[in-house]
């Protein structure tokens, strides 16, 4: 695989961090788009990190373009005869529009949540911990997705 294919893969899938270093790779001329990608390894390097940090954080600064901004989310709660589930999305009519897709069913009722709520998620070995629904969203990649749902 090659640079440039790399960068394509990279912009396809929405991995931001591999695309900035590959653009600031390109841009020092350190690498170009016909060079093998396993010559991106030896820039990500533990050694490197720090200077890379900032390095990339100039290189950002001066190509904002690279790093699209958050799209804005929110958390709905969606109330059935059975469950409540917790949905991530830009808006009430897509949570609604997931859920049908997803799950289908009535709707009894919808409500936006605060993202400074504290709320229960289990972790790893399946033990309670508490966070926010902001920090859950921080975790989102793609907006409409299920967070989690809850039993009455």
């Known amino acids: ?4 294919e790399l960068l394509q893969e990279a912009v396809d899938s929405g991995e931001h961090s591999l695309v900035l270093l590959i ?3 390109l841009f020092k001329k350190a690498v170009t788009y ?3 990608a396993s010559k991106i390894d030896y820039y990500l390097q533990d050694r490197f990190r720090n200077k890379m940090n900032e390095y990339l954080s ?3 600064e001066k190509n904002p373009w690279l790093w699209p901004e958050q799209e804005e989310r929110h958390v709905f709660s969606v109330k059935t005869q059975e469950k409540r589930y917790f949905i991530a999305a830009q808006t009430k009519t897509q949570a609604l529009g997931f859920f049908q ?6 709707v009894l009722s919808i409500e936006t949540y605060h993202q400074c709520e504290e709320v229960w998620e289990l972790d790893e070995k399946e033990q309670p911990k508490k966070t926010t629904w902001s920090e859950l969203l921080q975790r989102v990649e793609k907006a409409p997705c299920f967070l989690g ?3 009455y």
């Open 34 to 36: 016909d060079d093998d």
């Open 149 to 151: 749902h809850c039993d």
């Open 58 to 60: 100039e290189h950002l």
């Open 101 to 106: 897709r997803e799950i289908g069913g009535e």
């Open 1 to 4: 695989m090659t640079v440039g």
């Open 23 to 25: 653009d600031f790779l």
